[in-house]
């Protein structure tokens, strides 16, 4: 099982930008799906997450300017990030809680991360 994460990127204040975190392999299921994130020196931390029904909680910092979503067909889950600030700079992780044949209770995979740089 892999999760790959894509559109990171380096944009201005105020601007937008959509990161997107593919799952592949064989499992059965895939559980709540999220996006963290980890500014250098800090530790990393929650932005948002969705579980399988839609259900979406989101850090007080992006409450109002990030969408996260899922496409449950695609195993695929977005965040929006519109309206952009420096303070948003960070390496971006999506994450999965995944079930698989062999493990029924489910596992916690990370994507490789992508770089979101903000200026000022």
């Known amino acids: 099982v892999q999760l790959q994460a894509s559109g990171g990127g380096l944009v201005q204040a105020g601007e937008s930008l959509t990161l997107s975190c593919a799952a592949s392999?064989?499992?059965?299921?895939?559980?709540?799906m999220g996006w963290y994130q980890q500014a250098p020196g800090k530790q990393r931390e929650l932005v948002a997450s969705?579980?399988?029904?839609?259900?979406?909680n989101y850090a007080d910092s992006v409450k109002g300017r990030f969408t996260v979503s899922r496409n449950n067909a695609e195993n695929t889950v977005y965040l929006q990030m519109n309206s952009l600030k420096p303070e948003d700079t960070a390496v971006y992780y999506c994450?999965?809680?995944?079930?698989?044949?062999?493990?029924?209770?489910?596992?916690?995979?990370w994507g490789q991360g992508t770089q979101v740089t903000v200026s000022s």
């Open positions: 994450n999965a809680n995944i079930q698989g044949r062999w493990w029924p209770t489910g596992r916690l995979y």
């Open positions: 392999g064989s499992f059965t299921n895939i559980n709540d």
């Open positions: 969705v579980t399988s029904g839609g259900d979406t």
